[in-house]
C-alpha cells in the first residue's frame, strides 16, 4: 500500500429491501508513525458512529477495521450514508461542544441522493454521490503543503448489484468506473484533493411485486380450473334428477 489510507466504500444490493454499506479502512505505516494514540481515537470514532447507524465493526488489526451498516431501501441509504460521512455537521447539531479530534479533523462534504421507480415486478435505481475531498490534504503548522493528498489517500466506491449497473455522466467530469463481474460491480477510484461526482442505474428485483403477481396468477388459475376446466371435462357436475315416464 502505497498511501497513508487505504479507505474503500461499498454499497451491496441484495434485493428491494436489503443491503448494506460496507467499508474496509486500513491506515499504513506512513500515518500511524505520527501518532498511534490520534489513530486509535480517530478508529474509536468510526466505530461510535457506525453504533448509531445500527451497524457493526470488526477490528481485524490495532489499523485495519471493516464495517458494516445495513440498510432496507433507497431512502434509508441515503439516510445513513449521509449521516456517517458527514460527521462534523451532525455532531455541531446534536452535541454543541465537539471533541477536539472532531473539530481538528478535515471538514469535507458528502452527499448521497438516491431516486426510486417501481416497476411493480423491478425496482429502477438511480445512485449519485458527490464527495468534496478538496480539505484532504496534509498541512504543516504554517500552513504549507507537506504532501500531496493523492499520496495520502487511496479511495474507491464500489456498487454491487444482483443485475448489473450502469454508469452514467450526465455531470461535466464525471468519474468514470472499472466494470467488473460482468456489469454486477462498478468501482471509481476517487481523487483525493477535489470534488468527485459518480452517478448510477441499474434494477432490481421487487419480492413484493413478484409475490403479488404469482398469487393473482394462482387465484386466476383456480377460477378457471374450477368454472372451465372442470365443468368441460365433466367434473363437478351436479347428476340431473330424471322423472319417471
Known sequence: MTGCVQYDVGVNF???TRGEIVQHIKLGE???SFSSETVGDWLNSVEQRVRLLNGKTKRLSETEVMVTIPFNNGAELQNKFNKFYNPIAQTTKNHPVASKLETDLPKFESHMDVKQNN???VLRNRLSLEL???SLSLLSSNGSLLLSPGGLLELEFSLNTPWGAESMETVAGALVPEIYREGKQ?????????INYLEATFWIPSPVGIGALIIALFVVAGVALKYQIL?????????????QA
Open 231 to 243: 365443468p368441460g371435462l365433466g367434473i363437478g357436475k351436479k347428476p340431473q334428477n330424471l322423472g
Open 30 to 32: 506512513k500515518l500511524t
Open 119 to 121: 416497476w411493480l415486478l
Open 186 to 194: 462498478l468501482v471509481w477510484k476517487l481523487k483525493p484533493g477535489e
Open 14 to 16: 441484495q434485493s428491494q
Open 132 to 134: 468534496d475531498l478538496r
